[in-house]
């Protein structure tokens, strides 16, 4: 079993940042593929940006690409999530997860593990 603990979310301004962490626990965090999703209201879960096992690979959605930056540090069993440039569309709830797989990361079907997510909320 694989445990995350999701923080750093909060209330920032449009144009503002904000830099979420994901702490595992339970299994050798260097052997999981790791990923960040949000859902806003009445909206689906949707992915957001993923990183392999070694971090050699990562996957962003186009809706955040040159704006949020996925890193991991396996001595630390964490993973980041940096949100430069923030909307107010970004606000949701972000989940971190962890995948056994380092294939199909963008697909939340993959995924074996989930956080409890923290709230992003961006104010126009």
């Known amino acids: 079993q694989v445990q995350l603990v999701e923080s750093g979310g909060g209330l920032v301004q449009a144009g503002g940042s904000l830099r979420l962490s994901c702490a595992a626990s339970g299994r050798t965090f260097s052997s999981l593929s790791m990923g960040w999703f949000r859902q806003a209201p009445g909206k689906e879960r949707e992915f957001v940006v993923a990183?392999?096992?070694?971090?050699?690979?990562?996957y962003y959605a186009n809706s955040v690409k040159d704006r949020f930056t996925i890193s991991r540090d396996n001595a630390k069993n964490t993973v980041y999530l940096q949100m430069n440039s923030l909307r107010p569309e970004d606000t949701a709830v972000y989940f971190c997860a962890a995948a056994d797989s380092g294939a199909y990361l963008t697909s939340a079907r993959v995924y074996d593990y989930w956080g409890q997510g923290t709230q992003v909320t961006v104010s126009s």
């Open positions: 990183i392999t096992w070694s971090g050699s690979s990562t």
